[in-house]
T-cell receptor
Framework: NAGVMQNPRHLVRRRGQEARLRCSPM?????VYWYRQLPEEGLKFMVY????????ESGMPKERFSAEFPKEGPSILRIQQVVRGDSAAYFC?????????FGPGTRLLVL | GENVEQHPSTLSVQEGDSAVIKCTYS??????FPWYKQELGKGPQLIID?????GEKKDQRIAVTLNKTAKHFSLHITETQPEDSAVYFC??????????FGKGTTLSVSS
């Protein structure tokens, strides 16, 4: 049973470009969470999704950020018009009940 | 909102010694308390968790204790080994919600 998959593992973007981060949950998991980790800090919650629904987006900036978890395919975290402050590691986690299992993360670098 | 304080931020021990990391929280409604280990360049890996109806849980060299009255929970690692060196995060939530993380403890085990 494969774990949580994320791609790409590393992503370099110039300021103003778009970044798309993908997350495939563990088989049988219908809950996906996205977290952001700045260097030498803990993880901060961004958004919680179930299939085709956003359950809680209280941690996600109102502008430039969006997330989806379609009926088919991976969950996508999209960052439009990236700025240097968006450089961070982005992790997704999946769960079926309360235990959340994390993927390896996408490290975004904005030049 | 809920806040999690984690101490110490760094911990250095000799191989074979014990290591203890403590977290305190404020919201008595929190009922699930996982601990994650994060190695450099990887995603957080769940190592042990405890629920609010249990005071202590042990898995080989790792144990977690929970004091709901005092609102703190601790990770205990006995007989530390160099491969235990990593960043450890405490976290908590209420069922079905996003995890709130501590800021992490960098554990260094020297041989």
């Amino acid at each position: 049973n494969a774990g949580v998959m994320q791609n790409p593992r590393h992503l370099v973007r110039r300021r103003g470009q778009e970044a798309r981060l993908r997350c495939s949950p563990m088989k049988g998991h219908s809950h996906v969470y996205w977290y952001r980790q700045l260097p030498e800090e803990g993880l901060k919650f961004m958004v919680y999704l179930q299939k085709e629904n956003i359950i809680d987006e209280s941690g996600m900036p109102k502008e430039r950020f969006s997330a989806e978890f379609p009926k088919e395919g991976p969950s996508i975290l999209r960052i439009q018009q990236v700025v240097r402050g968006d450089s961070a590691a982005y992790f997704c986690a999946s769960s079926e009940q309360e235990t959340q299992y994390f993927g390896p993360g996408t490290r975004l670098l904005v030049l | 909102g809920e806040n999690v304080e984690q101490h110490p931020s760094t911990l250095s021990v000799q191989e074979g010694d014990s290591a203890v990391i403590k977290c305190t929280y404020s919201d008595s409604a929190s009922n699930y308390f996982p601990w994650y280990k994060q190695e450099l360049g990887k995603g957080p890996q769940l190592i042990i968790d405890i629920r609010s109806n249990v005071g202590e849980k042990k898995d080989q060299r790792i144990a977690v204790t929970l004091n709901k009255t005092a609102k703190h929970f601790s990770l205990h690692i006995t007989e530390t080994q160099p491969e235990d060196s990593a960043v450890y995060f405490c976290a908590l939530n209420q069922a079905g919600t996003a995890l709130i993380f501590g800021k992490g403890t960098t554990l260094s085990v020297s041989s």
